[in-house]
């Protein structure tokens, strides 16, 4: 892709989605400007050629596209700061940040600029981000611009806006939910008998190949877990003592506290 772009706020998700961005040279990295205000913390970044700066005019300045990766209660100033350069023709406005609406960009940076948000999640380092992304004033060839971009770096889905926080949920928190589903079978297998580092990669190469019999099979989840419940034999033993302890049930409501408190966080 040859366009330069502004990552503002090299934090935990700036950082990755700029490690996504230059790996296998999707972008050159010295298209990339990063932005945040500790600038020895973005060493390894500038190691491999990304640009860094602690200022963002600068950086949007020099950019085509400007992606948002600071928090939310930041939102406000910086986009009043930069604001003043951006060219509504050039240049598109893309949003990480959790729970800041497109209206309350436009309000800010005025109805011209295009505005998108999108909410990734941290395996955008690795490109194996799952991305939904929503705008309400971007043209045809801006949204392909952005879907381009975010399905170089995993897969991504367009949504309505009003579904960015069940997205947040889902999607982002939900690498966590997926962790810690990964580390728990770790410990099941140490007790069963691994060393802790096999029963990790046991874990965590079965979790892969069992969301690729989905992503790539195109099966129902439970179609493919008939195929693996013998009658009368172990997999359905433990797996209906799972459901019997709560397992889907908890992860449920473990969805759906994560969706009300994001619910607080905004409101
Ligand atoms: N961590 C995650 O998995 C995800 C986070 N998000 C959202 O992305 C946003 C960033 O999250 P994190 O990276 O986890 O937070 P973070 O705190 O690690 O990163 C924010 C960065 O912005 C920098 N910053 C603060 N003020 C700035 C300014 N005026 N100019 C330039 N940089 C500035 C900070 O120094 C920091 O490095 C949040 O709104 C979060 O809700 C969205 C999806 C996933
Ligand atoms: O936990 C949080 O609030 C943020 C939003 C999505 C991932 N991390």
Redesign the pocket.
């Known amino acids: 892709m040859n366009k330069k772009i502004a990552v503002i706020g090299g934090g935990n998700l700036g950082i990755s989605i700029t490690q996504g961005l230059i790996a296998d040279g999707f972008v050159k990295p010295e298209k990339i400007t990063v932005t945040r205000r500790r600038l020895h913390l973005l060493k390894e970044l500038r190691e491999k050629g990304v640009a860094v700066d602690k200022n963002n005019v600068n950086a949007v300045k020099n950019s085509d596209i400007i992606i948002m990766v600071i928090k939310p209660y930041q939102m406000k100033d910086v986009l009043e700061e930069i604001k003043p350069v951006i060219d509504p023709k050039r240049q598109i406005v893309i949003s990480a940040v959790?729970g800041f609406s497109i209206d309350e960009m436009k309000e800010i940076v005025g109805e011209d600029i295009p505005v998108f948000r999108v909410m990734p999640n941290t395996a955008i380092a690795i490109r194996e981000s799952m991305t939904c992304i929503a705008t309400t004033n971007g043209t045809q060839d801006q949204i392909d611009t952005v879907t381009t971009i975010f399905d170089a770096l995993g897969k991504s889905v367009v949504i309505s806006e009003e579904l960015m926080e069940a997205a947040?949920v889902l999607g982002?928190?939900g690498i966590a939910y997926s962790l810690r589903f990964i580390r728990a079978a770790t410990q099941g297998g140490i007790e069963i008998g691994f060393d802790a580092k096999t029963a990790e990669l046991i874990a965590s190469q079965t979790v892969k190949g069992a969301a690729n019999l989905l992503l790539v099979g195109g099966n129902h989840p439970e179609r493919e877990i008939d195929k693996v419940t013998t009658p009368q034999g172990c997999t359905i033993v433990g797996l209906n003592e799972m459901e019997h302890r709560g397992f889907s049930s908890s992860l449920i409501k473990g969805i759906r506290a994560s969706f009300n408190k994001i619910a607080k966080m905004i409101h």
């Open positions: 959790t947040t982002a928190c």
